[in-house]
């Protein structure tokens, strides 16, 4: 008997604002200062996007983070709410306040400066005992961003297992490029392990797919390596899949293409399709996720997502 569970997925992860300046003349030096014509704030964080799409597609999402008692709280919140994931577990802080990432864009390349704020406060602690009961599937995302919760990610992950949870993480960046977690520990508990390749590479201090495999291939189950317009690879028991990306010729940016691939991918995964579907689902949420600009614009409900997949890349499901 499969027992019903009020979530689908519980997201761990990180919450902030972009702060973003696009239509800049030059990048801003030092001592000067500079116009630009077109400013946004929305809702930030890879977490934040791959929940966000995943509840479009229609999966029932928790989420668990920290966020300030302040505008940009209240801002994230609400971007949530209006996606429809659950925020009853997403903590308050009047100290210290919701963090922020500072996007200057220009041209095709962009600078960022993030204030961690409360991402970083957030630990073991602040995630209450049922909501990991409550769920089927745990996703964590930018475990650097996390510090405090760093130190407990194998506990977070071994308690998800023995509850009976599947398990994805996807580690992203180390702003410190020290890479300090017990990999071999973590990684038994996790059944989908998605780096993009710099991250895998990095982690097991590598340079190739399958240098890195090599060295994670005793203790990782799922291994799924994303890398843009390549597309993306999934390993497991000596099995490779290579997923071409869908071309898209006209990019307007890829601002969140890794998350909303994995929420295709998990998606999909959830439905108890096969790896290979997957891979290809998760794909077209990478490519869809390259039509409009940021992480979160294409993907406001599955009857659009649809149409984008059928007039941009000429599939149907
Ligand atoms: N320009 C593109 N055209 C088509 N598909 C793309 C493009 N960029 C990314 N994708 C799809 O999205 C997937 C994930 O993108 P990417 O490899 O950039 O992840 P990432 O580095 O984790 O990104 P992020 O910056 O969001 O963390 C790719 O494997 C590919 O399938
Ligand atoms: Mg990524």
Redesign the pocket.
Same mark, same amino acid.
């Given at each position: 008997m499969i027992l019903k569970k009020k979530y689908d997925v519980v997201v761990v992860g990180e919450l902030n604002v972009d702060l973003i300046a696009n239509g800049l003349s030059k990048f801003p030096e030092v001592g000067k200062e500079i116009i630009a014509n077109q400013f946004v704030t929305t809702l930030g964080s +890879?977490s934040a996007i791959f929940a966000s799409n995943l509840s479009a597609f229609g999966t029932k999402v928790t989420f668990t983070g920290k966020v300030g008692n302040d505008n940009y709280g209240d801002f994230i919140v609400a971007a949530l709410k209006a996606r429809r994931v659950d925020v009853n577990n997403i903590v308050r802080t009047g100290k210290p306040d919701t963090g922020v990432t500072i996007v200057l864009n220009y041209d095709e390349d962009r600078a960022m400066v993030t204030y961690q704020g409360a991402m970083a406060a957030f630990n073991l602690g602040d995630i209450p005992d049922n909501v990991l009961e409550q769920a089927r599937h745990l996703h964590l995302s930018s475990v650097f961003l996390q510090e405090s919760l760093k130190k407990d990610i194998v506990l977070l992950f071994k308690k998800a297992k023995q509850l009976g949870l599947t398990t994805s993480l996807d580690p992203?960046w180390d702003p410190a490029e020290k890479w300090d977690i017990d990999w071999e520990k973590l990684l038994g508990y996790v059944d989908i392990f998605m780096p993009?390749q710099a991250e895998l590479n990095a982690i097991t201090n590598t340079t190739t797919i399958p240098a890195a495999i090599d060295v994670l291939k005793d203790f990782s189950n799922i291994l799924v390596v994303?890398? @843009?317009?390549e597309? /993306?690879i999934l390993w497991t028991d000596n099995n490779l899949i290579h997923q071409p /990306?869908?071309f898209?010729n006209s990019?307007v940016d +890829?601002i @969140?293409? @890794?998350?909303s691939?994995n929420a295709g991918f998990i998606h999909a995964f959830l439905q108890g399709r096969t790896l290979k579907e997957c891979m290809e689902f998760g /794909?077209l949420m @990478? /490519?869809i996720n390259?039509t409009s600009s940021g992480g979160t614009m294409a993907f406001e409900n599955m009857s659009k997502v649809k149409e984008i997949a059928k007039s941009s890349f000429d599939y149907t499901f």
């Amino acid at each position: 008997m499969i027992l019903k569970k009020k979530y689908d997925v519980v997201v761990v992860g990180e919450l902030n604002v972009d702060l973003i300046a696009n239509g800049l003349s030059k990048f801003p030096e030092v001592g000067k200062e500079i116009i630009a014509n077109q400013f946004v704030t929305t809702l930030g964080s +890879s977490s934040a996007i791959f929940a966000s799409n995943l509840s479009a597609f229609g999966t029932k999402v928790t989420f668990t983070g920290k966020v300030g008692n302040d505008n940009y709280g209240d801002f994230i919140v609400a971007a949530l709410k209006a996606r429809r994931v659950d925020v009853n577990n997403i903590v308050r802080t009047g100290k210290p306040d919701t963090g922020v990432t500072i996007v200057l864009n220009y041209d095709e390349d962009r600078a960022m400066v993030t204030y961690q704020g409360a991402m970083a406060a957030f630990n073991l602690g602040d995630i209450p005992d049922n909501v990991l009961e409550q769920a089927r599937h745990l996703h964590l995302s930018s475990v650097f961003l996390q510090e405090s919760l760093k130190k407990d990610i194998v506990l977070l992950f071994k308690k998800a297992k023995q509850l009976g949870l599947t398990t994805s993480l996807d580690p992203q960046w180390d702003p410190a490029e020290k890479w300090d977690i017990d990999w071999e520990k973590l990684l038994g508990y996790v059944d989908i392990f998605m780096p993009n390749q710099a991250e895998l590479n990095a982690i097991t201090n590598t340079t190739t797919i399958p240098a890195a495999i090599d060295v994670l291939k005793d203790f990782s189950n799922i291994l799924v390596v994303k890398n @843009g317009r390549e597309g /993306a690879i999934l390993w497991t028991d000596n099995n490779l899949i290579h997923q071409p /990306a869908f071309f898209n010729n006209s990019v307007v940016d +890829s601002i @969140g293409a @890794g998350d909303s691939f994995n929420a295709g991918f998990i998606h999909a995964f959830l439905q108890g399709r096969t790896l290979k579907e997957c891979m290809e689902f998760g /794909a077209l949420m @990478g /490519a869809i996720n390259t039509t409009s600009s940021g992480g979160t614009m294409a993907f406001e409900n599955m009857s659009k997502v649809k149409e984008i997949a059928k007039s941009s890349f000429d599939y149907t499901f």
